[in-house]
């Protein structure tokens, strides 16, 4: 069974940086796109950044040269490198990966990590 499990939220002053993870547990399956949203109370789920197997990068404007995405495929890991956090970036942040298994491919979520960032 695949697993998808976040870590590295939690609290931090404006201005300061996290590094969250984004495991994935399991064995017979290919990774393609790993990718990180954020959702805060009362608004859409919005997607953050992306990096696909081959390396390629997406950032949400809100992000952009504040957060890095990377990933480790040796340990299966991604990561999301927040600098410069902002009352705004205050949200849940959940891993979205890709996940091919023979030929079927399908995506799984996280079960989420709070970030919370005080002004």
């Known amino acids: 069974q695949v697993q998808v499990v976040e870590s590295g939220g939690g609290l931090v002053q404006a201005g300061g940086s996290l590094r969250l993870s984004c495991a994935v547990s399991?064995?017979?399956?290919?990774?393609?796109?790993m990718a990180w949203y954020r959702q805060a109370a009362g608004k859409q789920r919005e997607l953050v950044a992306q990096?696909?197997?081959?390396?390629?990068?997406y950032y949400a404007d809100s992000v952009k040269g504040r957060f890095t995405i990377s990933r480790d495929n040796a340990e299966n890991t991604a990561y999301l490198q927040m600098n410069n956090l902002k009352p705004d970036d205050a949200s849940v942040y959940h891993c979205n990966v890709e996940i091919q298994v023979v030929t079927l491919k399908y995506t799984i979520w996280g079960q989420g990590t709070q970030v919370t960032v005080s002004s």
């Open positions: 990096i696909t197997s081959s390396a390629g990068t």
């Open positions: 399991g064995s017979g399956f290919n990774i393609h796109t």
